[in-house]
């Protein structure tokens, strides 16, 4: 009987420059994350109208819709580093501007000044993306690509839990001391991310037109059932149940304050989190596609249990239960696209995953805070969660494929997938 080779849970972080990354990484979050936070209750407190959180939500997505395919392309043209530097110049900036206008105005800023600045901070990000998810590839091997991407999860979501627990006590004492902190920490990225090795663009297909060249990352989607259906089922389920930019809402309603709006707002990454270590300590599913579809559903379910709830300990369960089962949709999204697609591809990919899944979380947004005031919040919330389930069902009927997925290990990559040996030294 042959014996399985012995799983090394860190195995990813035996790479130097990945260990670097992840640093760097997990203070972006911080700092993106502190900005989301604040930036929603901000809007909330001065207009008192559901409105603001669809602007939000509006204003970070016509940039991912309009820009993401050009920010892939950029992405698998240029230095991916030099990309990451350039974008994260402004992304620090934005949010200590909203520090330093804060302090300058006494009774706050205007909150269309602040939806603009949050706008230029959207086209930022919509260009990072890409380029962040497409460089990690490159510093490892193959064979590390799924214990990479659980660990990768698991320090978004630590992020994500520490950013919105620390801007909900900043707040405490003014929306502008956490702005402040939030851009300090992606100063701290930036300078981080200068010392990451330099990487070459893959091949890109230079002689294409330019439009063939951006929309090739869509051509190999939909030429991609896996990729498809897995990216399909992610932006329909956040676009109907996400409920994270109700949370200001909710807060109200439950009478928690500032502090208890931040655990709220962590309460879906410390349950992401620790999902993501247990992932990263565990083989891989031998059967990940119905492990995708059940993540969903159950995604769905305990939205609508939030939904319903007038408990602040509930609420905070529920939210747990709905980050630690969209952490198992997203490990598996991530390792079937960075594992099925070609290296030369890999950011005009990402760009396509960024529309799928970011635009789908910021429609989403839209969509709740319009629902929320015509229909009310309950509804708007519960109403998403069984859409959710039903598009786990329809997916699965559509897409027979992802019922059938087996081990993420077993996937087949195209060779120029590979990194060369002397790109993944550790």
Avoid at 136 to 163: D, Q
Avoid at 172 to 195: D, K, N, P, W
Avoid at 418 to 425: C, R
Wanted: net charge positive; aromatic share 10%; glycine share 8%.
């Amino acid at each position: 009987m042959e014996l399985l080779p012995a799983h090394d849970p860190y195995a990813a972080f035996r790479y130097r420059a990945f260990r670097l990354f992840s640093i760097s990484y997990v203070l972006a979050v911080i700092g993106s994350q502190m900005l989301a936070t604040t930036i929603q209750w901000d809007l909330y407190e001065r207009t008192n109208d559901e409105l603001s959180i669809a602007l939000v939500g509006l204003v970070n997505a016509v940039p991912l819709i309009v820009l993401a395919l050009p920010a892939g392309h950029v992405a698998d043209s240029f230095s991916r580093k030099r990309v990451l530097i350039t974008t994260q110049v402004f992304l620090a900036a934005a949010p200590l501007a909203l520090a330093i206008l804060n302090l300058w105005y006494r009774y706050g800023v205007s909150h269309w000044l602040t939806l603009s600045i949050l706008g230029a901070n959207s086209v930022a990000l919509t260009f990072a993306r890409p380029a962040r998810s497409s460089i990690i590839p490159r510093l490892l091997p193959r064979t590390a690509y799924p214990n990479a991407f659980a660990w990768m999860s698991s320090l978004f979501e630590t992020a994500a839990w520490i950013g919105p627990a620390v801007a909900g006590g900043l707040i405490v004492f003014g929306v502008g001391a956490s702005y402040f902190i939030a851009g300090l920490c992606l100063v701290g990225c930036m300078a981080l991310t200068l010392f990451l090795p330099d990487d070459v663009p893959s091949r890109v297909e230079r002689h294409e037109p330019a439009w063939q060249s951006l929309s090739a990352g869509i051509r190999f989607v939909f030429g991609s059932p896996l990729i498809l259906a897995a990216m399909t089922l992610d932006l329909l389920a956040v676009l109907l149940g996400g409920s994270v930019y109700l949370l200001p809402v909710f807060a109200r309603l439950l009478e928690v304050g500032p502090i208890g709006y931040g655990w709220l707002r962590s309460m879906p990454a410390i349950g992401a989190f620790l999902m993501a270590v247990v992932q990263a300590h565990r083989r891989p599913s031998p059967h990940a596609g119905r492990a995708l579809l059940w993540a969903v559903a159950v995604f769905g379910l305990a939205t609508m249990v939030f939904g319903w709830s007038q408990n602040f300990w509930l609420s905070l369960a529920m939210l747990f239960i709905i980050g630690a089962s969209d952490n198992v949709s997203v490990i598996i999204r991530q390792t079937l696209i960075q594992t099925l697609t070609p290296d030369a591809m890999r950011g005009r990919v990402s760009a396509v995953n960024q529309v799928f899944i970011g635009a789908s979380n910021e429609l989403g947004g839209v969509e709740s805070g319009i629902t929320a005031k015509y229909f009310g919040p309950v509804a708007s919330v519960v109403g998403g969660g069984i859409g959710t389930l039903l598009v786990v069902l329809g997916v699965a009927l559509k897409w027979p494929q992802i019922r059938r997925l087996g081990s993420l290990r077993e996937l087949t990559a195209t060779p120029d997938t590979l990194p060369s040996d002397d790109e993944t030294k550790p």
